[in-house]
């Protein structure tokens, strides 16, 4: 079965600053994985998802998410965080298929709330 | 705004009612996906419907049963209805059948079983 793990519930960083949620999976095989960001009362939105290739992966508002096959990770960075950043993040897997007719479900991680303090 | 629509927004019933839940997915999206947010379990998938037929299913009480209409919305019933059925039911649409590609996500519906 597969799973995420997103050790820290809540990120502060301040404006300006770099800014890290921690992401590890497990799954059989290769993963897809990606990540979502939920502001308050809102759906989830897609940020980012690996597939295959370049291990660093950019996505929606300057986020960008590095894959480490070898430590099972996949964290989600921004060079200069942004008050507007403040929300729900989280990280999501589903193992890769080559083919078939079956489908995955994506397991999502419990989230981690970042808050970017001005 | 995603594309996807839910209705109702909230929803506030008692224990052993019944209730429905409607989504209309983004145009052009045959996958309907419906979710259970909860303080406790987190973000749980519940069931997957692509072009009316149930593709996968995962932690979906026998309670609650799901469709998908010609016109691709989709309906989730959730019946007998306990106080820990009490969460945020999202539902989500993406193109493809397999899962695995970007999902869009509706506003929620927020069930509140009293």
């Known amino acids: 079965a597969q799973s995420v793990a997103q050790p820290e519930d809540q990120v502060n960083v301040a404006e300006g600053n770099p800014l890290t949620v921690k992401c590890t999976y497990s799954v059989s095989g290769n993963p897809y994985l990606f990540w979502y960001v939920q502001y308050p009362n809102r759906g989830l939105q897609f940020l980012l998802k690996y597939i295959t290739g370049d291990n660093l992966v950019k996505g929606s508002y300057g986020f960008e998410a590095e894959f480490n096959k070898s430590q099972t990770s996949f964290h989600l960075k921004k060079p200069s965080a942004l008050v507007s950043d403040s929300a729900l993040y989280f990280c999501a897997v589903i193992p890769k298929r080559d083919s078939g007719a079956g489908s995955y479900q994506l397991t999502f991680g419990k989230g981690t709330k970042l808050s970017v303090i001005p | 705004d995603s594309g996807v629509t839910q209705t109702p927004k909230h929803l506030i019933t008692a224990t052993g009612q019944r209730v429905t839940l409607r989504c209309s997915p983004r145009s052009g999206d045959l996958s309907v996906y419906w979710y259970q947010q909860s303080l406790d379990q987190g973000l749980q998938f519940l069931i997957q419907?692509?072009?009316?037929?149930?593709?996968a299913k995962g932690n979906i009480l026998e309670r609650f049963s799901a469709q998908q209409f010609p016109d691709l919305h989709s309906e989730l019933n959730l019946s007998s209805l306990e106080l820990g059925d009490s969460a945020l039911y999202f539902c989500a649409s993406s193109v493809g059948r397999r899962g695995d590609d970007e999902q869009f996500f509706g506003p929620g519906t927020r069930l509140t079983v009293l």
């Open positions: 419907y692509y072009n009316g037929e149930e593709r």
